[in-house]
Nanobody
């Protein structure tokens, strides 16, 4: 099983980044997918999640209207489009896959928002 995140980097406030997570080794289309983040000195928090079919999405209030989660069940990928980035979005972003029995994590990708 692998979850491999990519797309992180350094961006100025107000900028955009698109994170991607490539999944392999499990039945991707059967799993809820969640993006988490962990800022320095803070607990990991969920940011956005998408149902297995992609029909339902949820967001933390802090990112609503700025972030968009999507998935491609053919390519086995989940993405997080992040617009209008703020300093407080700086964190390591993790991809998470879970169903009623299993849970998998990626290694994380760093997002730094700085002027």
């Amino acid at each position: 099983v692998q979850l491999v995140e990519s797309g992180g980097g350094l961006v100025q406030p107000g900028g955009s980044l698109r994170l991607s997570c490539a999944a392999s080794g499990f039945t991707f289309s059967s799993y809820l997918m969640i993006w988490y983040r962990q800022a320095p000195g803070k607990e990991r928090e969920w940011v956005a999640r998408i149902s297995s079919s992609g029909s339902t999405t949820n967001y933390q209030d802090s990112v609503k209207g700025r972030f968009t989660i999507s998935r491609d069940n053919v390519k086995n990928t989940v993405s997080l489009q992040m617009n209008n980035l703020k300093l407080e979005d700086t964190a390591v972003y993790y991809c998470n896959a879970r169903n009623w029995m299993y849970e998998y994590w990626g290694q994380g990708t760093q997002v730094t928002v700085s002027s």
